[in-house]
């Protein structure tokens, strides 16, 4: 230990300190500054980010050997209060830069010192400033991060002022506007506290978990030896499959009766085979996390290592095993049967394209790692705190498992930084509950560090996209086919659900009569599949996108103008591919404005090709749905209190989507009726013992069915308040009438159906989304380097609720399209394995020329006329990037990422 003389916040403080630790985990553990936030520990994120003595540095890396006497630290919790805000904060509020917030605090204590140094900087400077101190942001797209860093520099020069960078309402209406989100202030101040920072927070007594994880993809479990780890310093228990209460499997909740696996297929802890690496063995429970991860070192694992598969090709071999014995190796077929036969038609049409794509193994790169905890709370449930975005659906799932009564166990979301979808499957919170039990009800922590998080966590499926395309010598689409397959990695949770999509989305937007579509899910020892943003139509589009291009090509004409020629029209009696009525027909005013852009676009960057760099732009379109197939429905409920303000319960679940804002939007909406302020509206959320079954917050549902039943709710609050000569009762007169001031709001998605299981056809979706993608490229020919310079995107998402955060899902969809088109993968377990590794985009790798162009149908059956949107941004954007390269390069890639090397060698091929 050293004795260290530091001003933080600007009062001296000595501290006793591990020279070998990090200044972040000082300030975090032995402060409790907890603002400062670990999301690499590598450097690579900037979450970290404090300044030390006036300069920006990632905590997480500087050890505190290095820290000198006197040095002068300032973090997030030093440069302001509630009260009064540094201009950075509220400006990070005012542009809607907090989503998630897990980033924020660094954002801005690295723009802090950005602006000491250059009071006017110019919106490349501010860029370049978060790329080189390598802050990363995986939800806003950054655009929205520079507007704010160029307004606070404003405030600060005494061009504006501060309460100008804030929204206020006019005429006690919010809906449609830019209200900041009920969480932004904390999120801006480093006190919004996630997963690690409760963690941080909980008993003396607490155990701190590690895994024990598998390091090779398949083979049987012969034994576990943990008699050294049982003996090393401060092991409380070492936790395998004998000490599981409950079944030891995590329920997959087969979704369709044609699956061939009975869902139980995913162990908690492994007790007879290993299907992946860092499959979870045995969970070591130690007095500190770092005596946990050094004992679960000494577990020894009798492995006999199984032939791996780690492609959906291998698996389906003729020579391929059983992954899970019994259940075939594609266990879910889906078939999207619609119209007459199309070989004929495919025979006699004049123009035909045939495609081969595949869509990779994107990963989420949430930047908060996957982290929760787990006590015996005060009316004896088991309860689990995690970054679940699907709390009543994962008890269903976990608890026999567990071995637990499901009344018995309470799960509460805690505030999350990012999921992306890869929480709407669980991941630690059945390890959590086995641990838990296993100490005796003894209080436990889990918190992945970056590597588990990437490794140990599901990624979006890879796709094997065949797809054929017909059309009449006008351009009229005639018929499509297609032959896919889906890699859900070795569990089967969803699978069937993931699959359906590329039935539902496959040639989505546009009018094809005949279809005969086969998508057939495959086990393989890859990483398993959970969902993420878009679920299922990153993988339609990439096959029916890029046939729509080869299609067009084929037929000598602009791909605009084939996709214009065939979108849904009013009259037309064009159907989705399931056979659905489109609930709007808002396509033609998005193409007529998008049209001009695209066509403009075009002109321009021809004239910009030199012999090095080629410039080109691309065109794609995405429709996506929102809800679980068919009937999908939601809860919540209201209470008036007796101070006159309203609480709204509900689990809208929030992984940095806007949940707050759109649970206060869409009940202030209607109780503004009776004079009610955003300010007199209560939240409590995500709860199981506080809050009714929802549905998880996934596929862009909430803001449809939940946001309908927390209308519904407040309606019927209203209602009960209305007097004859229509002005409101307060509370105390409710209870003098006996009129009831608690109602439980209820909306079901009654016109849909679910998809016949044999022809894939029904009407799933009550509300669809629709988004249309122009990219423009640069590439540069002698590196296979692509840089999107210009983007802009047309969207229709039915009536806005909040500008800013519906424009923040628009950014942050679409920059993660960019990746996933360009350089986002996990498939090498030594190359992907952190956040950089992966390819997640920094901010100079996003242009700031982004925008987005709204078109406002309002839905018949959305809450005032809204669908959803979180989905739509990332349908399609990828498809379109490969298009902008094909347009500059007249190279055409039907993979993706089209990292640099692929591109190269497109090119080469030319040659």
């Keep these: 230990m050293v004795k260290k003389r530091l001003v933080i916040n600007g009062l001296s403080r000595t501290l006793l300190v591990n020279p070998e630790d990090s200044l972040a985990k000082v300030l975090r553990e032995q402060l409790l500054l907890t603002g400062c936030k670990i999301g690499c520990d590598q450097g690579q994120c900037g979450t970290c980010t404090v300044i030390v003595d006036g300069k ?6 500087m050890k505190m050997g290095k820290v000198k006497d006197d040095t002068v630290i300032e973090t997030i919790e030093g440069i302001g209060t509630p009260e009064d805000l540094h201009p950075l904060q509220l400006a990070w509020m005012g542009h809607g830069c907090a989503q998630c917030g897990f980033c924020s605090p660094g954002f801005i204590m ?68 830019s209200y900041i989100r009920p969480s932004a202030a904390q999120k801006v101040t480093g006190t919004w506290d996630y997963g690690a920072d409760m963690a941080l ?54 979704t369709f009766a044609n699956n061939k696996g009975d869902g139980w297929d995913r162990p908690i802890l492994c007790d007879e085979k290993i299907f992946q690496i860092g499959d979870a063995v045995a969970i070591v429970a130690a007095d500190t996390e ?56 495919m025979e006699r049409a004049p123009y035909v394209a045939e495609i081969d ?26 309860t689990v705190h995690s970054k679940s975005i699907g709390i009543h659906l994962h008890s269903a799932m976990i608890t026999a498992g567990i071995g637990i009564e499901p009344e018995k166990f309470r799960l509460v979301q805690n505030p999350a930084g990012g999921t992306f979808g890869y929480k709407f499957s669980p991941t630690m919170e059945a390890l959590l509950g086995v641990a838990c039990l296993a100490l005796d009800g003894r209080p436990c922590s889990l918190v992945y560090d970056q590597y588990q998080n990437i490794t140990y966590t599901g990624k979006r499926s890879p796709a094997f996209m065949h797809i054929k395309m017909a059309a009449d010598e006008n351009g009229k689409l005639l018929a499509m086919e297609g032959d896919n397959y889906i890699d859900h990695g070795p569990y089967s949770e969803f699978g069937d659900l993931l699959t359906m999509r590329l039935t539902q989305f496959t040639g989505a937007g546009y009018d094809i009569r005949n279809i005969r579509n086969k998508s057939q899910t495959v086990c393989t020892n890859h990483a398993w ?44 009696g064009c159907t989705t591919p399931t056979g659905q009525e489109p609930e709007v027909y808002c396509l033609e005013e998005m193409y007529d404005k998008a049209r001009p852009i695209y066509y403009e676009a075009k002109e321009r960057l021809a004239k910009m090709n030199t012999d090095k760099l080629k410039y080109g732009v691309g065109f794609a379109a995405g429709v996506y749905g929102c809800g679980l197939d068919g009937k999908d429905g939601s809860f919540a409920n209201i ?42 509206i209560k939240l409590v959320m995500n709860d199981t013992a506080l809050t009714p079954a929802s549905g998880p917050a996934g596929g862009s549902r909430s803001n449809v069915v939940t946001g309908n039943a927390t209308r519904v709710a407040a309606e019927m609050l209203i209602n009960a308040m209305r007097k004859p000569d229509g002005t409101f009762r307060t509370y105390d007169e409710m209870v003098a009438e006996n009129i009831p001031t608690f109602y439980e709001g209820t909306w079901v998605a009654s016109a849909c159906t679910d998809c016949d299981l044999e022809t894939g056809q029904g009407a799933p979706f009550s509300n669809y989304m629709y988004q249309l993608f122009i990219p423009e490229v640069e590439v540069n020919v002698e590196t296979g380097k692509v840089r999107i310079i210009r983007f802009t995107t047309v969207c229709d998402f039915g009536t806005i609720i909040n500008k800013i955060v519906v424009d923040g899902q628009v950014y942050g969809g679409c920059t993660q399209g960019f990746g996933l088109g360009l350089s986002e993968d996990f498939e090498d377990y030594k190359k992907h394995t952190t956040l950089a590794g992966c390819g997640i985009p920094y901010p100079e790798d996003v242009p700031d020329d982004f925008n987005i162009i709204y078109t406002e149908t309002p839905r018949p059956l959305g809450p005032y006329g809204a669908s959803g949107c979180g ?32 591109v190269k060698a497109a090119l080469d091929a030319l040659k």
């Design 56 to 61: 920006a540095v990632r905590s997480c890396i």
């Design 110 to 177: 690295s723009a802090k010192v950005l602006l000491a140094e250059n009071p006017s900087p110019t919106r490349e400077e501010v860029r370049h400033w978060f790329q080189v101190h390598r802050n990363l942001c995986r939800c806003t797209g950054y655009k929205p991060l520079v507007d704010a860093v160029m307004d606070a520099a404003k405030v600060m020069r005494g061009e504006m002022v501060k309460e100008d960078l804030i929204f206020k309402p006019v005429g006690n209406k919010i809906l449609g506007t």
């Design 201 to 254: 927070q909980m008993p003396a007594n607490t155990a701190r978990l590690a895994l024990v994880q598998a390091d090779i993809p398949h083979a049987l479990l012969k034994g576990i030896d943990y008699s050294e780890a049982e003996k090393m310093p401060g092991v409380y228990k070492v936790i395998t499959h004998k000490d599981v209460k409950g079944k030891n499997r995590i329920s997959g909740l087969i």
């Design 290 to 345: 770092e005596h946990a991860k050094e004992a679960a070192k000494k577990v020894k694992l009798d492995l006999e290592a199984l032939p791996a598969y780690m492609s959906a090709m291998e698996a389906i071999a003729e020579d391929a095993i059983e992954i899970h014995p019994g259940t075939p190796n594609i266990y879910y077929e889906t078939n999207c049967i619609k119209g007459e036969e199309t070989a004929p038609i």
């Design 357 to 382: 794509a595949y869509s990779s193994r994107q990963p989420h790169l949430h930047i908060e790692p996957d982290c929760g905890l787990a006590y015996i709370d005060d009316e004896g449930r088991l």
């Design 529 to 572: 599949g959970s969902a993420f943003r878009g679920y299922g139509s990153p993988q339609s589009f990439m096959g029916s996108e890029v046939c729509m291009d080869v299609l067009a090509e084929k037929m000598g004409i602009d791909p605009f103008e084939l996709r214009y020629r065939n979108i849904y029209r009013e009259g037309t």
């Design 639 to 680: 209470q008036l209190n007796p101070d006159g303000t309203v609480t709204v319960f509900n689990s809208w679940e929030d992984h940095g989507q806007g949940a707050d804002i759109g649970t206060l939007t869409m009940a202030h909406e209607t109780l503004r009726e009776a004079g009610i302020t955003p300010d007199m």
């Design 871 to 902: 989905e739509g941004p990332l349908t399609a954007g990828h498809p379109a990037i490969l298009s902008a390269i094909y347009n500059a390069t007249g190279a055409r890639i039907t993979e993706i990422p089209a990292r640099p090397e692929k």
